[in-house]
């Protein structure tokens, strides 16, 4: 797992996906002038002032999940967003939803993790909104937390081609493609355990 306490390749796997959440944002930003969406308590008034990159530099930094937990994370977001057209991802929600995909992914597949106070300072948010956040997360996701290895397996070939399309790697010690390699076998993840980690996601 070598690849893995690499902070070089964490920076690029972070990077990526923060350009890919980027990308998201800003298409529904412009949608949004010509088509109404639905305010919710992801919503902030204004654009948060933090880059999506170094919001979730500082998730990754300070809330010390296990970097499988960032792949996760994205599982949870494109699930929320597939089941919640009318709440797209952009500017002023994206934020919340970072932090709060983030916080669910770590209660669902860590054994350790922060409680939601922490977590809310983490993201810069009050307790009660992290609470509140939490739990229209897990209402839009249907409560379909479980991410099984093969469609782990898909998001990461999906990250790996992605990112390699983008900067080739150099070497195979310091790559991307091993990095992507790492996470599926650090993703340790009995699918029989579902039970039990459903029971952690008390707020």
Do not use: W
């Amino acid at each position: 797992m070598a690849e893995l306490e690499n902070p070089r390749v964490m920076t690029k796997v972070i990077t990526f996906l923060s350009s890919l959440v980027q990308r998201v944002a800003e298409s529904n930003d412009i949608n949004c002038e010509f088509q109404p969406q639905k305010i919710s308590v992801f919503h902030g008034q204004t654009r948060p002032p933090i880059a999506i990159q170094g919001y979730l530099e500082r998730i990754f930094k300070y809330a010390d999940c296990s970097p499988s937990c960032l792949i996760v994370a994205y599982v949870y977001l494109d699930r929320f967003s597939q089941r919640q057209p009318d709440l797209p991802i952009n500017s002023y929600n994206v934020h919340r939803l970072l932090i709060t995909s983030v916080m669910v992914a770590a209660k669902f597949m860590d054994d350790m993790y922060y409680n939601n106070a922490y977590y809310a300072k983490v993201g810069g948010i009050s307790t009660i909104e992290m609470n509140f956040l939490e739990v229209d997360f897990l209402f839009g996701l249907n409560f379909n937390l479980n991410v099984t290895l093969s469609t782990f397996t898909t998001y990461c070939s999906y990250l790996q081609r992605e990112m390699l399309l983008v900067q080739p790697p150099l070497d195979s010690a310091d790559s991307s493609l091993s990095l992507i390699k790492s996470l599926k076998l650090h993703l340790c993840f009995d699918e029989g355990e579902t039970s039990h980690q459903q029971q952690q996601l008390a707020v």
